[in-house]
């Protein structure tokens, strides 16, 4: 049977999934290597509750505003690990694992999540909202000297903000045909040959599934190539796990690529906080431990993980024993590249009187500050230019000696 490509995109949803990854297919290759230091963002989608997080034990008003807390683990006698996150306590021993609390973007008031991600991933202050068009970490890839398309990954089906710019960023989309059999491949191979532009696309994307899913992809192995492309539609829809995502930007990271993004959901903890930022809080932990296992001894001595989110939640547990929007949160470094084993805070204390608003916990640094000093660190970004065209307008204060 012969097909056309326009007969093939009416017959077949798996070849617009392939089409839809394309971006991630760009020819450029990473010629030299910026640095042999690794950054992986993690954006929590939802408004994290850094209170509940990195719980401030210590503080005489804490258990006022969240009585009835649950044990968790003791970091530094003050603070204390969310059982979620509870996994990751060998990480805070070894120094591997550490906080920032009481830090937050520009964001102000208006406790929109759609405001606040894009305040969090564009870098810039309020002024810019709703109308910036790149990121904070596209902007820093245009200073790292060599970097290249697969320098750094946005991984995930959302375009994100943070990754988006002139300069080149692959993308990749977990669920968006990885699961490609070897008959479905050849298919692919046969309707795009006569068309240069799709078929070095295409050959591209191949290339870079095997990379990770290869195994999966010749697990069928019966039927015709329709069939097999039905069967890998299937897979694809089945969504992608904290794992696959982890598995995938590790191997990238592995080889040439430095800077890896993506995000994840579920930290919009409105009602019954005890299960659903447990539920939240399990990924990320499968996550970072995943990235760890993949990356490998030598590649994770040089590894960053941050995970931020757009703003905190209200100090008191609203009638649903959830928490509401809020202003000041906390981000999460882990690597072995970290200087952890610590939680960072001017700690702004949770009387009353010091809340913000007296309902939210009070920022007391920007969080841009810390993701300059992490790009100082790893890249060597010097300061004005972080605080000029990374992060405009920013003030990074002191460095709080992130990185080793």
């Known amino acids: ?32 290597a910026p640095s042999d230091n690794r950054l992986v963002v ?26 009835g807390m649950p044990n968790a683990k003791d970091l ?12 990751l306590y060998p990480l805070w021993q070894e120094g591997q694992l550490g906080f920032a609390h009481a830090v937050s973007t520009p964001y102000r008031d208006r406790r929109s999540h759609f405001d606040g991600q894009d305040m969090l991933e564009a870098g810039t202050g309020m002024e810019a909202i709703g109308h910036s068009r790149s990121g904070w970490l596209n902007r820093a890839l245009a200073h790292l000297p060599g970097a290249d398309a697969r320098t750094a990954y946005a991984i995930g089906r959302a375009d994100m903000l943070l990754t ?16 490609l059999s070897s ?7 046969r309707v795009m040959h006569d068309d240069p532009l799709f078929r070095d696309a295409t050959l591209e994307a191949i290339a870079l599934s095997a990379t990770d899913l ?21 897979a694809a829809r089945k969504g992608a796990q904290p794992e696959t995502i982890a598995r995938f ?7 040439e690529t430095r800077l890896a993004a993506f995000s994840l959901g579920g930290f919009d903890t409105h009602s019954r906080q005890d299960r659903s930022l447990l539920r939240a809080l399990g990924p ?54 970290v200087r952890g084993g610590r939680v960072i805070t001017d700690w702004p204390g949770l009387a009353e009187t010091d809340l913000y608003q007296r309902r939210d916990l009070r920022p007391t640094r920007d969080l841009r500050a810390h993701l300059g000093w992490l790009l100082a660190g790893l890249y060597g970004l010097n300061r004005t230019t972080l605080e000029t065209e990374v992060f405009p307008g920013l003030d990074m204060g002191a460095d709080p000696r992130l990185i080793l």
């Open 1 to 32: 049977m012969t097909l056309t490509r326009r007969q093939m995109l009416g017959r077949s949803a798996a070849l617009g999934c392939c089409l839809a990854a394309n971006p991630l297919v760009t020819p450029v290759t990473l010629a030299s």
């Open 42 to 67: 993690i954006i929590l989608r939802g408004g994290l509750d850094g209170l509940d997080m990195v719980q401030p034990r210590g503080d005489a008003d804490f258990s006022a505003l969240r009585p």
């Open 76 to 87: 530094d006698g003050f603070f204390a690990l969310h059982d979620g996150l509870s996994p």
């Open 164 to 179: 988006r710019g002139a300069a080149p960023v692959a993308n990749w989309a977990p669920d968006a045909a990885l699961t």
């Open 183 to 189: 008959q479905a491949e050849l298919l692919l191979e």
């Open 214 to 234: 290869g195994s999966t992809a010749d697990a069928a192995t019966s039927g015709d190539m329709m069939n097999a492309m039905s069967e890998s539609v299937r």
């Open 249 to 255: 930007a590790a191997t990238q990271l592995r080889a």
């Open 284 to 337: 990320l932990a499968t996550t970072i431990l995943t990235l760890q296992a993949e990356l490998g001894a030598a590649i994770w001595e040089r590894t960053t993980i941050v995970a931020v989110t757009e703003f905190g939640r209200t100090a008191r547990l609203n009638g649903s024993g959830g928490t509401d929007h809020g202003t000041a949160g906390a981000m999460l470094l882990a690597g072995g590249a």
